[in-house]
T-cell receptor
Framework: EPEVTQTPSHQVTQMGQEVILRCVPI?????FYWYRQILGQKVEFLVS????????KSEIFDDQFSVERPDGSNFTLKIRSTKLEDSAMYFC????????????FGPGTRLTVT | QKEVEQDPGPLSVPEGAIVSLNCTYS??????FMWYRQYSRKGPELLMY????GNKEDGRFTAQVDKSSKYISLFIRDSQPSDSATYLC????????????FGAGTRLFVKA
């Protein structure tokens, strides 16, 4: 069964460093999403992406964040200058169509900023 | 008022019980209502979704949406220890990349 994959599973970085989180969505999916979940808190929407453009973003997704689909299979989230409060699980999701109610999530990347 | 409210629990039930999980919301623009299951340190797994008001059944799971009350429910019949997880309600106002808003999740424990 096809699934969303994410690498690395755990990333440790120092405050102020740039990090890139990588995702490989399900191959025939067209819509891509990033979410984060701070430990013990709810899953929060960051951004949705379609046709090489951001469809929607939340107030969390400020200028420190960017997304890219560098090739036909990867979808990345870049945090330019990490802060302690960026420590969280980051989940990538994808959906085959515009039906964003039918999203499939990856296993997540745990980002620890020290 | 939070957009989506969900009692975090924990909820502990004996095996075989009927479980009722609920969420309330404030944004009347929400049209799509989803339930996800999340095991510890894993990504959310879509269980089912419903459009607008009404009921939807899938095996032991039934989702209900009452838009007039801004209240959604997930019922689990004949609960099993393997159902022990955190259940997240989620909602969105539309399709095409519309943002999805999640509840805090309810931790469920089913005791054998």
């Amino acid at each position: 069964e096809p699934e969303v994959t994410q690498t690395p599973s755990h990333q440790v970085t120092q405050m102020g460093q740039e990090v890139i989180l990588r995702c490989v969505p399900i191959s025939n999916h067209l819509y891509f999403y990033w979410y984060r979940q701070i430990l013990g808190q709810k899953v929060e929407f960051l951004v949705s992406f379609y046709n090489n453009e951001i469809s929607e973003k939340s107030e969390i997704f400020d200028d420190q964040f960017s997304v890219e689909r560098p090739d036909g299979s990867n979808f990345t989230l870049k945090i330019r200058s990490t802060k302690l409060e960026d420590s969280a699980m980051y989940f990538c999701a994808s959906s085959e169509t515009s039906a964003s109610y039918e999203q499939y999530f990856g296993p997540g990347t745990r980002l620890t900023v020290t | 008022q939070k957009e989506v409210e969900q009692d975090p629990g924990p909820l502990s039930v004996p095996e075989g019980a009927i479980v009722s999980l609920n969420c309330t919301y404030s944004n009347s623009a929400f049209q799509y209502f989803m339930w996800y299951r999340q095991y510890s340190r894993k990504g959310p797994e879509l269980l089912m979704y419903t459009y607008s008001s009404g009921n939807k059944e899938d095996g032991r799971f039934t989702a209900q949406v009452d838009k007039s009350s801004k209240y959604i429910s997930l019922f689990i019949r004949d609960s099993q220890p393997s159902d022990s997880a955190t259940y997240l309600c989620a909602m969105s106002a539309g399709t095409g990349g519309f943002k999805t808003i999640f509840g805090a999740g309810t931790r469920l424990f089913v005791k054998a």
